[in-house]
Nanobody, 126 residues
Framework: QVQLVESGGGLVQAGGSLRLSCAASGRTFSDYDMGWFRQAPGKERGFVAAIRWSGGYTYYADSVKGRFTISRDNAKNTVYLQMNSLKPEDTAVYYC???????????????????WGQGTQVTVSS
């Protein structure tokens, strides 16, 4: 089992940047593929980005490609989401999630992930 705690959310103007962090504790962090999802009010939780256990492969939603970067530091048990050129439509609660190896399912789907953090609010003002 792994526990996930997100941080780094906040209020930022459009065009600005934020870096989210997700600290993991429990089992060996490199045993997990990691993902970021977000949920805006009245909308379903949607995929943002994912990274394989080794950091060698990354995946992005089309809406964030070229603006967001997912990365991980297995020595620090942390996954990051660098968000640049933020837009008001990026406003949401952002969640990190973990899926234990071996991968079973699609990293684009929330249902694939077993463990979730509590979320961190990101608000982008226009």
């Amino acid at each position: 089992q792994v526990q996930l705690v997100e941080s780094g959310g906040g209020l930022v103007q459009a065009g600005g940047s934020l870096r989210l962090s997700c600290a993991a504790s429990g089992r060996t962090f490199s045993d997990y593929d990691m993902g970021w999802f977000r949920q805006a009010p009245g909308k379903e939780r949607g995929f943002v980005a994912a990274i394989r256990w080794s950091g060698g492969y990354t995946y992005y939603a089309d809406s964030v490609k070229g603006r967001f970067t997912i990365s991980r530091d297995n020595a620090k048990n942390t996954v990051y989401l660098q968000m640049n050129s933020l837009k008001p439509e990026d406003t949401a609660v952002y969640y990190c999630a973990a899926h234990p190896r071996p991968l079973a399912g699609s990293l684009y789907l929330a249902q694939t992930y077993v463990y979730w953090g509590q979320g961190t609010q990101v608000t982008v003002s226009s």
